[in-house]
Each structure stands twice: as C-alpha cells, then as structure tokens.
C-alpha cells in the first residue's frame, strides 16, 4: 500500500471550536475549489495565471485544508476525548471493506 504521511502541527495561540474549526474547513476547501476552477477555466474566465502559479497555489490551498482538518483532530482529541489512533483504524477498515484498499498487498518499488 501507498501512503502519503503528512504531520502537520497543533497551531498555537488559538482556541478553535469543533464549530470554528468546521466552518474553517469549508472557507479553506472552498479556496482550493477556486484554485482548481481556475487552473481548468470553469469560472468562466481565461485564465490569465501561468499553470505552475495556480498549480503552486492549489498545493498552499490544499496544505490549508490538510491543517485545518488536522486542527479539527486536535480539538475532537483534547476537548471529547476521541482516539484519532482508534478512527484511523477503523476507516482503515473501512476501506478495505469497500474495496478500496487490499489488506497485505504493498506497492512493489523499482529499485534499479
């Protein structure tokens, strides 16, 4: 299996809410639909930005999002006592359920 392991960090100085950070989540995943609309012309617009500006800010856009979410996991651990650990396997297993992914098969790597 592929993983892609991002360890993004608790932020200081803020008192997020499950609420807060919810509807942080939104405005951020709503950033990186406007990034992506534009890089494919679906504003209706032409896209006066070169490709690797806007490709450059959908990855800043998708970092924010991948924070926030982070952040959400912080405040669900700290202020209800959630095991994200436990979550995280059991949506493991859920997509091995699905069909998603199969369990002890690994991505074999090129090694020449």
């Given amino acids: 299996?592929?993983?892609?392991?991002?360890?993004?960090?608790?932020?200081?100085?803020?008192?997020?809410?499950?609420?807060?950070?919810?509807?942080?989540?939104?405005?951020?995943?709503?950033?990186?639909?406007?990034?992506?609309?534009?890089?494919?012309?679906?504003?209706?617009?032409?896209?006066a930005v070169d490709e690797r500006e806007v490709l450059a800010r959908i990855t800043r856009e998708l970092l924010d999002v991948a924070q926030t979410a982070v952040s959400m996991m912080f405040v669900l651990e700290e202020r209800y006592g959630i095991s994200i650990e436990k979550a995280l396997d059991e949506h493991m297993d859920k997509l091995v359920r699905k069909g998603y992914l199969v369990p002890g098969v690994e991505r074999l790597k090129d090694d020449s």
Avoid: D, F, H, W
């Fill in 1 to 47: 299996m592929q993983k892609k392991i991002v360890a993004l960090p608790k932020l200081n100085n803020l008192t997020p809410t499950m609420e807060s950070t919810a509807l942080k989540l939104m405005e951020e995943a709503g950033e990186l639909a406007q990034a992506i609309g534009k890089l494919r012309g679906m504003s209706g617009e032409r896209c």
